[in-house]
């Protein structure tokens, strides 16, 4: 009968540990050299070398940086961005979202589906009371846009055809229109004798 043979695998040693960890993680280190590259190209290793020395020559490190045309525009341009963002309402800002997305959705299966709209069409859906609705909030929309340009440039005086819209689609003239009559005025028909 033949007898059990006792073998103990040799532990690996320190370098046979590195060997492996080295082949198991060469796509990875291909990545963060490329990484270590980009941020080095950037100057951001630079900079973070500075932090790490204890903010020696950081200051003028990052201003270099930051000196850049385009960096102070862009700066510039989300700080800007910020404020409008804070300045909105941020349930009004849900409620166009959602606007948003089901016109977007409606669009798509409209040309999924190959529509097209004639003018006789348009004509039509003149009618429906969501484009009444819809084109109600674009043209709100574009008086809100052009009041905000207007202002903008410093012009603030109402022209005799500006008025305000109020919720029941009634116009609310500005104080300075000319009154019109509440009642339209109808002739009398002629007779045909």
Do not use: C, W
Not at 26 to 49: I, P, W, Y
Not at 84 to 102: E, H, K, R
Not at 153 to 182: C, L, S, V, Y
């Amino acid at each position: 009968m033949a007898k059990y043979i006792q073998y103990t695998p040799k532990p690996k040693t320190s370098q046979e540990h590195y060997a492996d960890a080295e082949f198991e993680s060469a796509e990875a280190r291909t990545e963060s050299l490329k990484l270590l590259r980009e941020l080095h190209e950037a100057g951001v290793l630079d900079v973070l070398s500075k932090l790490v020395r204890g903010g020696e020559g950081l200051t003028s490190a990052i201003f270099h940086t930051l000196s850049d045309e385009g960096s102070l525009k862009a700066i510039r341009n989300v700080t800007e961005l910020g404020k409008t963002l804070g300045s909105l309402d941020p349930q009004a800002v849900g409620q166009l979202g959602a606007v948003l997305n089901a016109g977007v959705n409606e669009g798509a299966r409209s040309v999924a589906q190959g529509k097209g709209v004639g003018l006789t069409d348009l004509l039509k859906l003149l009618n429906d009371k969501d484009v009444q609705l819809a084109l109600g909030a674009v043209f709100g929309l574009l008086k809100g846009a052009g009041r905000a340009l207007r202002e903008a440039r410093g012009d603030t005086t109402n022209t005799p055809n500006q008025g305000e819209f109020d919720r029941h689609d009634q116009i609310q003239p500005t104080p300075n229109a000319p009154k019109r009559p509440t009642k339209p005025v109808r002739s009398k028909p002629v007779s045909s004798k």
